[in-house]
């Protein structure tokens, strides 16, 4: 098993204690907000500022070992789940909820016209309302 800090020196990544239990954190559970990651690596370290997370994350999220999900008026949320899915988005309460991708690789969404771009993936957010 690769643990944290291989993962991060992997990626020329200082490894930091925060770091380590930010990644830790979401190897337990998937589309974390940074005030619920803040929270948990506060639990497990001591102490961390929000601001220090906001900026591990985005450092995390550059090297790509964390993914972040962007939802239009809730906060972003991650997650380190690395096979490609998509998500179900409940607009009345921000309640996020993987589904599976029905392509094993590349896109499963196809274009009509591609403008002459190389596409790699799609990301689908299924909005509506939760049960
Ligand atoms: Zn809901
Ligand atoms: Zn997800």
């Given amino acids: 098993m690769t643990t944290a800090s ?7 990544l200082r490894v930091t204690a925060a770091r380590v239990a930010a990644l830790d954190v979401l190897d337990t559970a998937a589309h974390l907000s940074t005030d619920e990651i803040a929270t948990a690596v506060r639990e497990r ?5 929000v601001q220090a997370t906001y900026h591990l994350l985005d450092a995390l999220t550059a090297a790509g070992l964390v993914h972040r999900v962007d939802l239009a008026g809730f906060p972003a949320r991650y997650e380190r ?3 490609a899915h998509h998500h179900l988005a409940c607009r009345g309460c921000g309640h996020l909820v993987d589904v599976d991708c029905s392509a094993e690789d590349g896109p499963c969404v196809h274009l009509a016209d591609r403008q002459g771009f190389a596409v790699e993936r799609a990301e689908v957010i299924f909005w509506g309302l939760c049960p």
């Fill in 45 to 49: 370290i001591g102490s961390v500022s």
């Fill in 81 to 83: 789940r690395a096979t």
């Fill in 6 to 12: 291989t993962l991060l020196r992997e990626q020329g």
